[in-house]
């Protein structure tokens, strides 16, 4: 790495959409799907640029972290801290992640999940 | 508003549940020509900006910004049915970055583990990995033009596999494939949860 660079470009420019913060209010797994509804990305136009630009995402298709991340070109801590936020104010509606307990819960999901590839 | 009450076509399902399956490997294996192989959207990329946090997990001077650098994960998506949606995520190839790993794996339903027969050595990490995780995996050969081919049981032999693992023959840029290194990573799981049930092992 011979090119100059500013020590703080990686870190501090994403961050600053968060307004520094680095944690999420909640985890929310990078597979985990979002979903906006109409009503909800009129009101994200008040919530800021990037979240605006989330809720936009999550509307026709419910989207995963790690694709909100992606399609906004925000690294994953800092998609994460804002979706976070959004759940908390109503903006997104988290679903969940496959159940990690409970034998017949994940039995069932890998049986889904099973069918759903022998059917592609 | 005439549809507030009524389920209007095209409305999200009430709960939509996502899993994911785990496609590790050393660089330049092929994870994503196996993603992109059955993934419906163009395999995607997101990064991670590692901090000081991972700082001491590693050989620093590999890091091009000592303190930050970014950690990139590619994956794709398959949208089963309207309340479920999978998704494959590629490791980082560089093994390094065992945190992206852990968080990777975190809820997955199994891996893949795909092994290119030219640098089997690169396969030895990355099994080392999931040798001491409580996470089903299985071995897939990734069978290049032009790369020695071998038995299934001489690979084995090779890298040591463990015979409870399951080990595949499988191209990695043809979907039917694919989809038999999926569908064999799935079975395993179940296998490997109804062995446990049956024993009476809590998990999870």
Known sequence: ?120 | MDFASSERAGAPPSEITSAKIVIAGGFGVGKTTLVGAVSEIEPLTTEAVMTAAGAGIDDASKVPEKGTTTVAMDFGRITMAEDLILYLFGTPGQTRFWFMWDELIRGAVGAAVLVDTRRLTDAFAPLDYFENRHLPYLVAVNCFDGAPRYEAEEVREALAIPARVPLIMCDARHRESVKAVLIGVVEHAMNTLVAEHEQGVGVG
Do not use: W
Request: charged share 25%.
């Open chain 1, 1 to 120: 790495m011979t090119q100059p660079h500013d020590p703080r470009g990686n870190l501090v420019r994403p961050y600053a959409v968060t307004r520094g913060r680095t944690e999420p209010i909640r985890d929310i797994p990078i597979e985990a799907v979002l979903v906006a509804s109409s009503a909800a990305v009129q009101e994200a136009r008040f919530a800021g640029h990037d979240k605006y630009r989330i809720a936009v995402l999550c509307e026709p298709k419910a989207q995963s972290l790690a694709e909100l991340a992606a399609l906004t070109r925000l690294p994953l801590g800092v998609a994460r801290v804002l979706v976070a936020d959004m759940v908390a104010d109503g903006l997104l509606t988290l679903h969940s992640a496959a159940p990690r307990k409970g034998f017949t819960e994940r039995m069932d999901l890998l049986g889904r999940v099973l069918s759903g590839l022998r059917k592609l």
